[in-house]
């Protein structure tokens, strides 16, 4: 299987992070990208660099203020007297329905959802490259590959099409979707990453055309907390095009599976024409979140599972933080998925 993957992504090394108020090192450090090569290719895969693609793809999934934002707010921002080392927000609009705000100060609190995501001088390129990686995966699939793996880092899942949040600046797995849909005129989300693929769901919550499914731990007590209920179904004419499968907290491999069974119905009924996989590893039992218990070889037979669905797959990377078994968990899901790849 190919994969995509530019050197360029590695810059972005965001330090600010919060939990519970507590000031951390954020966990969604460059060397994850380091262990997801290596799995990456232990799989077989072989690593290509994706192309220049331009603005375009980012665009037709989000909006030109908010990309516009992205690649100039960190110059403004150091022209603030005393400002912080990377943009962070520390004010958000209640509505958003009120007017645009002229500052940077205003504007990186309502571009950004949360205090997950500072954005450095590095941030824009890194988020670019990562995004072309996912179109590039999609086009390998335009062009006849079964599947296409786009090691995405910054990811993306928590992108909303104007606002960031989560460790997520442009959302790959709807660029990916996006880009499938010049051929494909149904494409399918299904995104099992720990956490709910909020800002996927946003982008896409009132087309028919692109359904999105995610299997995350019940954000009733975990991130992204306002969003990822079950009664979330989409709305206008993608009323039934969103399905969210909130799972119990320490949720294993047999739950997790069985959750993933009542996904494919739903996939089936649509009938989709691709499938774009958000790939979260953060699901596993050792990683540093710790809200669901997905085993090594469990992600093995969630690869294995999604196979069967049989369709042009582009696979994103989405979650999964440092620990030991980051590269494996990639490998065993490849390698699941790819054995029962015709
Ligand atoms: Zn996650």
């Known amino acids: ?121 590095e941030t824009w390129q890194s988020a670019l490259w990562s995004a072309w990686s996912a179109v590039d995966a999609a086009e390998a699939v335009i062009s006849g590959a079964p599947a296409a793996y786009a090691l995405c880092r910054p990811p993306g899942h928590h992108a909303f099409a104007d606002v960031a949040g989560g460790f997520c600046f442009i959302n790959n797995s709807a660029v990916a979707a996006q880009v499938l849909r010049k051929q494909a005129a149904r494409v399918a989300i299904l995104d099992v990453d720990l956490h709910h693929g909020n800002g996927t769901q946003g982008i896409f919550y009132a087309r028919p055309d692109v359904l999105t499914v995610s299997l995350h731990a019940d954000p009733v007590r975990f991130y992204p907390f306002f969003w990822g209920h079950a009664d979330e179904r989409g709305e206008g004419p993608g009323l039934g095009y969103n399905f969210n499968l909130p799972l119990p907290r320490k949720s294993a491999d047999a739950a997790f599976l069985e959750a993933l069974e009542t996904a494919f119905q739903r996939i089936r009924a649509f009938s989709p024409d691709a499938l774009v996989v958000a790939l979260g590893l953060d699901a596993f039992e050792g990683d540093p979140f710790g809200g669901l218990s997905v085993t090594t070889p469990g992600f093995s037979r969630i690869g294995e599972a999604i196979a069967k669905l049989d369709l042009p797959t582009v696979i994103v990377q989405e979650g999964g933080y440092l620990c030991d078994e980051l590269g494996d968990n990639l490998t065993t899901f490849l390698t699941g998925f790819g054995g029962k790849m015709r």
Request: proline residues 9%; aromatic residues 8%.
């Open 1 to 121: 299987m190919k994969a995509f993957y530019a050197e360029e992504q590695k810059r972005h090394d965001p330090r600010a992070f919060l939990s519970s108020g507590a000031a951390q090192p954020n966990p969604e450090k460059p060397e994850r990208i380091e262990r997801l090569l290596v799995g990456a290719l232990s799989a077989g895969c072989t690593i290509e660099r994706p192309r220049d693609h331009g603005l375009g793809p980012a665009a037709a999934v989000h909006t030109p203020e908010y990309l516009d934002f992205l690649e100039h707010i960190y110059a403004r921002w150091q022209r603030i007297k005393g400002a912080s080392a990377e943009v962070i927000p520390n004010i958000h609009p209640i509505a958003r329905n009120g007017s645009y705000p002229a500052s940077a100060v205003g504007q990186a609190g309502y571009h950004m959802a949360d205090t997950a995501c500072p954005i450095s001088g």
